[in-house]
């Protein structure tokens, strides 16, 4: 018997759907615009973070050390970093390593390096990366006061615009999610009201006769359900084929060639997008679909 009623309620939800479908397509046109706009916005984000990540595994903060230092010193500073909580990596660079560096990095003129000794004028450093680029100023500040510890170099305004842009892009994200799910409850509530209205003798008897709020309000929100699925499915579609049109023909530009940028693949990041679509598309149809029926269910 609870089958048959599970399946009455789910079965008249999707017969909701179907019945309407003017007012059902205008829907999903709506919420999949809205969500397309999301979406792009959402990918923007993600390559940000990952461009973010990138800086930290590759640039990192560069440690110089006093020229003078012992090897009893150099060992006793690399244990007070490892002790640096937020601290991912670090990698020792010696008075050899630099000059070897910067002999490769004369290559075309090796005469500009004559008579120099890598004792004198290359001192020892250590290359720290971080756990998160938030962290950089606060572990910056807590080297300084590492005994030995002469100066530090870093890729400071590349780190804060990234990180301005990225919180620029939450923001931007958040305010476009509000507006989405305002923007989809409004038209969804709507496209069910018609359905709602058109039963609503049929509402009041089935109240009349003793059916529960929850009997009568389940078809709805199932059809809210499927609105909000149908249009999450269409959207990830959407977003995944615009996402990678977009960035095959960035991964062609010269800029981009030059600065060696690399891009999140829409494959890498679908589950995430699917997940978060899916709350979305869920969420917005129960609640669109219960703020409908709210007139109709006081008898």
């Given at each position: ?5 599970i399946?009455y ?6 017969k909701n759907?179907f019945?309407n ?5 205008s829907?999903?046109?709506?919420m999949c615009?809205?969500m397309f ?5 959402f990918?923007v984000?993600?390559?940000?973070e990952h461009?973010m990540?990138?800086i930290?595994?590759s ?6 050390l006093y020229n003078d230092?012992?090897d009893q ?11 640096i909580?937020?601290?991912?990596k670090?990698?020792?660079i ?6 070897t560096?910067?002999k490769?990095?004369f290559?075309s ?8 000794e ?8 250590f290359?720290v990366t971080?756990?998160k ?9 807590q ?5 030995k ?11 804060t615009?990234l990180?301005?842009?990225a919180?620029g892009i939450?923001i931007v994200?958040?305010i ?19 359905t709602?209205?058109?039963?609503r003798?049929?509402?009041?008897i089935?109240?009349?006769v003793g059916a529960?709020?929850?009997f009568i309000r389940?078809?709805?929100?199932v059809e ?7 249009a ?5 579609v ?8 977009i960035?095959n023909k960035?991964?062609l ?17 679908v589950?995430?997008?699917?997940g978060v679509?899916l709350?979305?598309g869920?969420?917005?149809?129960i609640i669109?679909s ?10």
């Amino acid at each position: 018997m609870k089958y048959n009623i599970i399946g009455y309620l789910i079965g008249d939800g999707f017969k909701n759907v179907f019945k309407n479908k003017k007012s059902t397509a205008s829907c999903l046109i709506i919420m999949c615009a809205a969500m397309f706009i999301f979406g792009l916005f959402f990918t923007v984000g993600e390559n940000v973070e990952h461009m973010m990540q990138e800086i930290l595994q590759s640039q990192g903060l560069q440690v110089f050390l006093y020229n003078d230092v012992s090897d009893q010193e150099i060992k006793k500073v690399e244990s007070e970093l490892n002790k640096i909580d937020g601290v991912n990596k670090i990698t020792y660079i010696s008075r050899e390593d630099a000059f070897t560096q910067v002999k490769e990095e004369f290559q075309s003129n090796p005469n500009l390096l004559d008579g120099i000794e890598e004792k004198k004028i290359f001192p020892p450093s250590f290359m720290v990366t971080l756990d998160k680029l938030e962290l950089n100023e606060q572990i910056q500040s807590q080297i300084r006061q590492i005994d030995k510890v002469e100066d530090i170099t870093t890729e400071n305004d590349t780190i804060t615009t990234l990180m301005g842009l990225a919180k620029g892009i939450r923001i931007v994200s958040l305010i476009i999610l509000i507006i989405l799910v305002v923007i989809s409850i409004f038209i969804i509530s709507n496209t069910i009201k018609l359905t709602v209205y058109a039963r609503r003798k049929e509402i009041s008897i089935m109240k009349y006769v003793g059916a529960t709020n929850g009997f009568i309000r389940w078809p709805f929100i199932v059809e809210g359900i499927i609105i909000g699925l149908i249009a999450a499915m269409l959207s990830i579609v959407i977003v995944g084929v615009a996402y990678n049109v977009i960035i095959n023909k960035l991964m062609l530009n010269e800029i981009v060639i030059k600065l060696q940028l690399s891009f999140v693949s829409f494959a890498d990041m679908v589950s995430l997008v699917i997940g978060v679509y899916l709350i979305l598309g869920i969420g917005i149809g129960i609640i669109g679909s219960m703020n409908s029926m709210r007139k109709y269910l006081k008898v």
